[in-house]
């Protein structure tokens, strides 16, 4: 996996490798070890959940606002969207900033936010799913 952080201190970009053949594909979308050494988080998965979108819609700016915060996980398994990451931390020298990426079910990108971020996502094709 290839991990670039984004212009928000605390969110990066996840690109795995595609392993592909007559019968499919295979990626790992998730391995411990190399994401903290890597991005320097250790994340504990406290919740997952699922969203398909038709083609426009916008969700977010999704955030947890109260202690402990929650870091996300997120990843476009069909479909694609633009995932957008917003700081929302007070008193961040990056507050009020963005970044985004576009996350789809070709390249299989995922983006990582610490606590604190927010981030909303726009479907770019109806049925569009994200794990989160």
């Known amino acids: 996996m290839e991990y670039r952080e984004l212009s928000i201190p605390g969110a990066w970009e996840i690109t795995p490798r595609l392993l592909g ?3 499919g594909m295979f990626l790992e979308t998730f391995k411990d070890a190399p994401f903290a050494a890597a991005t320097g988080h250790d994340f504990g998965l406290k919740q997952a959940n699922c969203s398909v979108s038709a083609a426009g819609v916008v969700r977010g ?3 947890a606002d109260v202690p402990p915060s929650q870091a996300k996980y997120v990843m476009c ?3 694609a ?3 957008v990451v917003v700081d929302i931390r007070v008193g961040s020298p990056t507050f009020g900033q963005w970044d985004s990426v576009l996350l789809d079910d070709t390249d299989r990108r995922a983006i990582y936010l610490s606590e604190g971020l927010g981030h909303a996502f726009m479907s770019l094709q109806d ?3 994200v794990m989160y």
Do not use: A, K
């Open 21 to 23: 053949d007559d019968r």
């Open 127 to 129: 049925g569009s799913t």
């Open 81 to 83: 969207v633009l995932d």
């Open 61 to 63: 700016i999704h955030f």
């Open 77 to 79: 398994v069909y479909g």
